[in-house]
């Protein structure tokens, strides 16, 4: 997480304690890597409670990893609990394989509860979009995180005859002059 996303999460929590009566709600969901073709992507959904009071039969569905571009590995994209006390969080993670490359959008993800037991009305929160999501080639993240030893050889290569050169030249001169007079041998 960036520095941003830290801070204002926190400005939500603190301003969620402050004026908050009852449950509260923040429903977050995490794409926890980069997500490249063939390898797995581990998203996370969180939510915390931070009302005074527990929320009840809070579920959510996320369909944006439901169709036939990605495969499924373990998890759910869907939860549901009964209760969830104040000050705590629940946590489920979602695994999935990206088949091919491109950009896809991804929407918000709802989340119902209720705030109090005999409440027949659910409340509504969704999570943070991202507006788009870039799945990469395998042959690009290659091409990212290589270790160019190629490009690394080059530069000590010149650094080395940056440095020889004017070593050389100032022993040949050590050798062969003194104070500025060529020596007798």
């Not at 996320?62 to 373990?74: L, Q």
């Not at 010149?158 to 500025?180: D, F, Q, R, V, W």
Request: net charge negative; aromatic share 14%.
């Amino acid at each position: 997480m960036n520095f941003k996303t830290v801070i204002s999460l926190f400005l939500v929590i603190f301003v969620s304690f402050v004026y908050c009566d009852g449950a509260e709600l923040l429903f977050h969901k995490k794409i926890v890597e980069g997500p490249v073709v063939g390898k797995e992507l581990p998203i996370q959904f969180i939510i915390y409670n931070v009302g005074s009071e527990s929320a009840y039969d809070i579920s959510f569905i996320d369909n944006d990893f439901s169709n036939a571009e990605f495969e499924f590995v373990s998890g759910s994209s869907e939860g549901k609990w009964e209760t969830l006390a104040p000050n705590s969080q629940i946590q489920t993670n979602l695994t999935v394989i990206p088949k091919k490359s491109g950009i896809y959008s991804l929407t918000s993800t709802v989340l119902n509860y209720r705030k109090t037991q005999t409440s027949s009305e659910f409340t509504v929160s969704s999570a943070a979009s991202y507006s788009g999501m870039y799945v990469e080639s395998q042959s690009d993240y290659d091409k990212r995180t290589s270790l160019l030893v190629k490009e690394w050889i080059t530069f000590f290569i010149l650094c080395a005859g940056a440095i020889a050169l004017p070593y050389s030249i100032s022993t040949y001169y050590k050798k062969n002059y003194e104070n500025g007079i060529k020596k007798q041998n």
